[in-house]
């Protein structure tokens, strides 16, 4: 069993479809053992976009995904971190093919409607960051 971290971004709330994505999660099998709803500050924002704080496009990210609450969502299953990549589809959404998530809802590459952890190691990380040992239930 593993377990995976994903953030129902600004896009994703804006247009309602968090409960249609939550739905395929949940079709896939997979167990949501952790679900918050939160603003998304500067600093935590700094320390999960860390490998792209220093870039140009950084503020962008801050402003969007600052721009309104976002749902964490913490998913337990068999190989659950690549599965729910293979579910969203590539990360810029004009290149994810439509039955994915991010094919369907998505419509760019920043306005993709979920972040995913993209490995185990920072699955852990991640989750960890964002939810404290007492609120995950798996």
């Known amino acids: 069993m593993q377990r995976t971290f994903v953030i129902f971004k600004p896009d994703a709330m804006d247009k309602r479809v968090v409960g249609a994505v939550l739905s395929r999660f949940e079709a896939a099998g997979f167990d949501v053992i952790g679900c918050k709803m939160a603003r998304l500050t500067p600093d935590l924002l ?60 998505g419509t760019e590459m920043m306005k993709n409607v979920v972040h995913a952890s993209d490995s185990v190691e920072n699955g852990k990380a991640e989750l960890a960051r964002f939810f404290k040992t007492d609120e995950l239930f798996g």
């Not at 402003?63 to 969203?88: C, E, H, T, W, Y």
């Open 46 to 105: 700094r320390q999960h976009y860390a490998h792209v704080a220093d870039k140009p496009f950084y503020p962008e990210i801050e402003k969007f995904m600052s721009s309104r609450p976002v749902i964490f969502l913490a998913l337990q299953g068999i190989n659950v971190v690549q599965r729910v990549r293979d579910l969203l589809g590539p990360t810029d959404s004009r290149k994810a093919a439509k039955g994915t998530i991010r094919g369907d809802y």
